[in-house]
């Protein structure tokens, strides 16, 4: 479990707090925003040790006081009859901490397992998590572990499955705080989330620079192996044989790019708001330039790989300010604990060293129009694909209506009600039932998903 201090958020007020107590982002104050996310999880708990509390008893308090998720209390296993909930004597551990993926560089990783006294490892290895300690800098040492395979077969005889859940541009796994309990209550699962590397608490290495002489498509092709080859790694070195790989908006585009790449790793891909599936519109980008001023400035910033990170970081003391402006527009709907906790996070994560970043101009054009766009691409996919989007996400999800016509694969569209871009925090339960239909594999043609539209369902290919 991480071992980094559960730092209680006071939340600043007006123009005067940016200007005169401003206080610059560090690696351990990511963390703690991290952590006040995550302690709603009621099976994550931060350290005891609380900064600023007079004893370890009110620390223990005032840690108690949030592990509830904020979520809807109703049992989301309840509307997927194959769901098995967990046994009285099963228990339910979660833990967050950094892996080694090799050349000094860490992801940043948080695991939920379920431990049963019934269970037994066929392999007689497995993974070996240990508490984490400070660094010299007060950070998250690397969560310690072997790197032999587990297969894990509890009562029913089968091997405990893996879902692997990668966030989206700008965000981190803490962006997935309102799932992970009900997520969780699926038996037979592991549950990974991540932090890309060069993004949230994961390492911040140099991204690469361009190289002359190359052509567009392979600068494309060295963006995205920055993120699959990371991924490859923390993959072995989890001991991860195949999973169910889940990503967001930029994380589904990466981790569709991670399909392609490694077939023989992936079960089943769930693609939730990609980015970069449709192809861009002939003359968009002149277009968009000839709109007027702010468009065409638009289009050369992000030529120039101005990011809304490096922004942030720019406007110094002001940062904290212009991201509250996004966060108490774009998630009016949190309570003000969530609202602040989810802010500071933001923030935090944001302010860091610029990294995965830069990646997104050598991706993506404005508009998020992938400069190699997937929608060609994901005919050569080898597993199942499911695209969850949200009733009113700007993606458009007509783009994977055309995709998958293409596509060789058992494929599903479906969208999530009361939901944008952001649909696992909008509507989490809904965001949870279309998850938990995909983790048990229900007939969703004949029996459905309560708060889901399937739009497309091909499960016979």
Not at 253 to 267: G, Q
Not at 437 to 448: I, L, Q, T, Y
């Amino acid at each position: 479990m991480a071992d980094v201090a559960f730092v209680p958020h006071q939340q600043p007020k007006g123009r005067s707090w940016s200007l005169f107590s401003w206080t610059p982002t560090s690696v351990t104050l990511a963390q703690a925003a991290e952590n006040r996310l995550l302690s709603r999880f009621q099976y994550f708990k931060p350290s005891s040790t609380l900064v600023g509390a007079a004893t370890p008893q009110e620390a223990r308090e005032a840690v108690s006081e949030t592990t509830e998720l904020s979520t809807p209390t109703k049992d989301i296993s309840q509307n997927i009859e194959s769901a098995q909930s967990a046994e009285p004597n099963e228990s339910l551990i979660a833990r967050v901490g950094l892996v080694d993926v090799g050349d000094g560089q860490m992801i940043n990783t948080l695991v939920i397992d379920r431990t049963d006294d019934k269970l037994h490892h066929t392999t007689g290895a497995g993974i070996l998590r240990r508490e984490l300690s400070h660094g010299s800098g007060g950070e998250m040492v690397h969560l310690e572990q072997d790197v032999a395979p587990v297969e894990e077969v509890g009562r029913t005889g089968t091997k405990k499955k893996t879902l692997v859940m990668a966030h989206g541009y700008g965000a981190g796994l803490g962006f997935f705080y309102r799932n992970f309990a009900g997520l969780s209550d699926v038996s037979g699962w592991r549950i990974y989330a991540i932090d890309w590397l060069g993004m949230a608490n994961s390492s911040r290495p140099s991204f690469p620079k361009l190289k002359r002489g190359v052509t567009d498509d392979e600068i494309v092709e060295d963006a995205e192996a920055f993120f699959v080859e990371s991924l490859e790694k923390w993959r072995e070195a989890n001991g991860i044989d195949s999973m169910t790989l889940m990503g967001h908006s930029l994380g589904g585009y990466l981790s569709a790019c991670y399909a392609l790449k490694h077939p023989e790793r992936v079960e089943k891909l769930v693609l939730v708001s990609p980015a970069g599936v449709g192809k861009i519109p002939e003359g968009q980008e002149a277009a968009l330039r000839r709109r007027g001023f702010l468009p065409a400035l638009f289009t050369t910033l992000w030529s120039w790989n101005v990011t809304p990170m490096s922004v942030i970081r720019t406007m110094g003391p002001w940062g904290p300010s212009l991201v509250r402006k996004y966060t108490s527009r774009r998630f009016a709907y949190l309570d003000q604990s969530d609202a602040d906790d989810l802010h500071s996070y933001i923030y935090h994560i944001s302010a860091q060293t610029g990294s995965g970043e830069f990646a997104l101009a050598r991706l993506l054009l404005p508009g998020a129009w992938a400069r190699k766009p997937l929608h060609d691409r994901l005919a050569n996919l080898k597993m199942p694909t499911t695209f969850l989007y949200g009733a009113h996400d700007w993606m458009d999800y007509h783009a994977a209506m055309s995709a998958v016509q293409g596509m060789k694969v058992p494929t599903r569209i479906a969208r999530v009600s009361d939901s944008g871009h952001h649909l696992y925090l909008d509507n989490p339960m809904g965001f949870n039932n279309a998850m938990i239909a995909e983790m048990v594999n229900k007939d969703v043609a004949r029996k459905g998903v309560e708060d889901v539209e399937y739009v497309h369902v091909n499960d016979r290919r």
